[in-house]
């Protein structure tokens, strides 16, 4: 719901409100943002706001905007903190100061060209800021859902004159919590230990999360949760920041202690330029902002409702997701169709549907040296090309997947051969060879037009089902030979519009086919991605351990349905360490699951193991698409993980846990069950229990007795 008049704005989400009025010297103030205030309250926040920032109506006095909470910081002109956007003119001046120019309201959401975005419905209030100094104009937009705590934000930024304007930066938000005492979540990590929480207390000056890596990388996550004072995983207040974008990106909380607490987002600014021409205008990436008062886990319900729901394609967002095995860990480069063959015939008795082929398949691709760019089968490994292995797919009632990495390329590859200027470099600058490949210049469109052909060719003439996208490696040498001198700076944007550009293209073109996102495991995991591909491959690190506290903290900003989540073998190949093979489908259940192994080398227990774990997640798998998760014991602070997600009726429920070394005298463990009915009785099927949803939540359940990385998994269905 909004409500304006052109001098105040108040923004009414499910259970917050956000609220901002234009000053009497035409700045567009921030006044509120948190739980659930009236339109009536707004003549008060105002005479708040002006008791303690400042009057800023003599707008020449220096300092005089320093304090003011505002919505799009601008630069060099009273106000110190960072800018939300720097312009700079033709005779290099960046001073700015935005003032309002007017408002609009248009029904539903912005569609942004060439972005991934929010989908589908809401109410967007649209405010102009006009520069001072320049004809630069800034259109702020904020999408209300009166059913989400979820609100998205972006910027445009135009050039209403003739004059050029480079951007040296353009974020997309900004907004000012008033209060104190914050901590920041944040989901930093490295390879295969991607998105571990870590939460701290914010200190004085700026915290920047960012990635410079070209992708979202495997290191910080485009995402910020900032709790107030108390907040825990289930009661307080909190906000959630997120970007809807998938390259290098920055997020800000820039704290003094006499001012509100300032956030802001966008496109990392660190080598950004853009050049924007009379007439033209700047979209920046959507972010999402989101409001709870129950604590992280209410954040994390809102934002995966509202992921699943509006930026997932509807097609795939609910859709039963394919049960599949991966050759990666069971060969690796090393398979022919003997080899597959097995695999394929295993996977058909027991019950998994879709078998996916991963690299190695084309070209010389023997090892990572080479083969990469050369999507046309290696005949050498795959007698009878790919037909052989899809048949055999078909005649044991399998679909087939196949991987590919569209975005790279070897040196030693006939792409590379035939067009080595169309990977990313820089003359006279030695080159990095990350992983032994190179990354093609998407920021040209000749480059993506032939990738898009020779995958196509693939999928068209093939039976394919199911496509893994993965990107292996960071870019460097950041340059573009087909950008001139003055617009470098446009390289890292550009480059990751070509990868949604491809990505656009190939899932329209073949709307059934399920695609999965990929990078070295979790390194572009994000909701600009998930706009695209509805799951992602969390992480390359499949330990049964290591996954909860990787799942954990995917979970904070990603519904459980993004995640895929694979059974591989012990002892891991990432960590040395055996968990029992229980435990690893346990933990995997609470994902898009499937297989990461050779299925026919299994012991008959393991067999028999996978599959009761196959007829688990069919049975689940609608609570792990459509539920509410609630994070119960948190496995970087104790010696258990346990997780539940209930059904939005509440009529059934399923929890996971797991016990991690085996402490003596530890076994007087609770664990304490949310999210059910409490006036409702439940029966656990595995413990033969039952009881009401107040004793489950209020008594608890005594955890059962297990050894090291021990698991369970109770199911829980409402007693009529
Ligand atoms: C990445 C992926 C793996 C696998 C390999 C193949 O590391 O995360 O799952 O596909 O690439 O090279």
Redesign the pocket.
């Known amino acids: 719901m909004i409500h304006a008049d052109g001098k105040k704005f108040l923004l009414q989400g499910k259970n917050y409100g956000y609220a901002m009025c234009v000053t009497e010297t035409g700045f567009l103030q921030h006044l509120h943002y948190g739980g659930k205030i009236t339109e009536a309250d707004l003549q008060y926040l105002i005479g708040i706001g002006k008791s303690t920032a400042p009057d800023p109506a003599d707008v020449n006095k220096d300092m005089a905007l320093n304090l003011m909470p505002g919505e799009f910081g601008f630069y060099a002109h009273g106000d110190f903190r960072e800018p939300t956007a720097v312009f700079e003119r033709t005779d290099g001046a960046t001073v700015s100061r935005l003032r309002y120019e007017n408002y609009s309201i248009k029904q539903g959401a912005p569609a942004l060209q060439g972005l991934p975005h929010v989908r589908s419905g809401g109410e967007t209030l649209i405010v102009t800021l006009k520069d001072d100094f320049s004809d630069i104009a800034v259109d702020l937009y904020y999408t209300v859902y009166d059913d989400s705590d979820v609100l998205v934000r972006n910027a445009v930024i135009r050039n209403t004159g003739k004059e050029r304007v480079m951007l040296k930066k353009a974020f997309s938000f900004r907004v000012d919590l008033s209060g104190g005492n914050f901590k920041m979540l944040r989901l930093g990590g490295n390879w295969a230990r991607e998105r571990i929480p870590e939460i701290a207390p914010i200190a004085h000056g700026v915290t920047k999360l960012q990635s410079l890596y070209g992708c979202t990388s495997h290191m910080t996550n485009c995402f910020m949760g900032i709790l107030k004072e108390h907040c825990t995983e289930e009661c307080g207040e909190c906000f959630g920041v997120q970007l809807i974008y998938s390259g290098s990106f920055a997020l800000t909380a820039e704290w003094r202690k006499d001012a509100p607490l300032t956030l802001q987002g966008g496109i990392a600014d660190i080598g950004f330029g853009w050049e924007l021409c009379g007439g033209e205008a700047f979209t920046t990436p959507q972010a999402l902002l989101t409001y709870s008062d129950e604590g992280l886990g209410g954040m994390s319900r809102s934002i995966h409702d509202f992921i699943r729901e509006r930026i997932v394609n509807p097609a795939s967002a609910f859709r039963r997701r394919p049960l599949l095995v ?1 050759n ?2 069971a060969t ?2 090393d398979f022919n169709n003997e080899k597959l063959f097995p695999i394929i015939d295993e996977a058909a008795k027991l019950g998994i549907d879709t078998f996916v082929l ?3 398949w084309f070209g010389k691709r023997d090892s ?1 040296w080479s083969g990469l760019g050369d999507w046309f089968v290696n005949e050498k490994k795959l007698k009878g090309g790919l037909k052989t292995v899809i048949d055999r797919c078909k005649q044991n009632g399998l679909k087939f997947g196949l ?1 590919f ?1 569209p975005e790279m390329v070897n040196e030693d590859s006939e792409l590379y051969r035939a067009h080595p200027d169309w990977a990313i470099h820089k003359e006279g600058a030695e080159l990095c060879r990350s ?1 032994q490949q190179l990354v093609l210049d998407f920021t040209r469109k000749e480059v993506v037009d032939y990738v898009f052909g020779v995958v196509s060719k693939i999928l068209k003439e093939n039976d394919i089902s199911y496509v ?1 996208w ?1 990107m ?1 490696r960071n870019i460097t040498e950041n340059y573009s030979a087909s950008l001139p001198a003055h617009r470098q700076g446009e390289f890292m944007h550009r480059y990751i519009l070509g990868v949604y550009d491809l990505a656009e293209r190939l899932t329209s073109a073949f709307p059934n086919v399920f695609f999965e996102g ?5 390194a572009r995991f994000d909701a600009g991605m998930l706009y695209y591909f509805p799951q992602i ?1 969390t ?2 690190d499949t330990d049964g351990f290591e996954r909860t506290k990787i799942q954990w903290g995917t979970s904070v900003c990603y519904p459980l349905s993004a995640m895929s989540c694979h059974v591989s073998v012990c002892p891991n190949h990432q960590t040395g360490r055996t968990t029992p093979f229980e435990t690893r489908g346990n933990v995997a259940s609470l994902g898009a699951f499937g297989y ?1 192994l050779d299925l026919s080398k299994m012991t008959d227990e393991e067999k028999e193991l996978t599959k009761k774990q196959v007829d688990n997640y069919k049975r689940t798998e609608e609570l792990i698409l459509k539920g509410d998760l609630y994070r119960l014991m948190n496995p970087l602070e104790q010696n258990y993980f346990c997780e539940m997600v209930v059904s939005k009726d509440k009529t059934e429920a399923y929890v996971v846990g797991e016990r991690i070394l085996g402490i003596p005298c530890d076994y007087n463990q609770y664990v304490y069950l949310r999210g059910l009915d409490e006036e409702r009785l439940y029966h656990i099927e595995e413990l033969d229990i039952t009881a009401s949803g107040k004793a489950l939540a209020n008594a608890g359940l005594l955890l059962p007795k297990l050894r090291d990385f021990g698991s369970w998994a109770w199911h829980l269905k409402k007693v009529k």
Do not use: P
């Open positions: 991966n990666w860990e690796y480069f991963d690299d190695g990572d991987w990495e992983r893994k993965d292996n990929c990078a070295g495991g979790g491959w992480s390359d990461e």
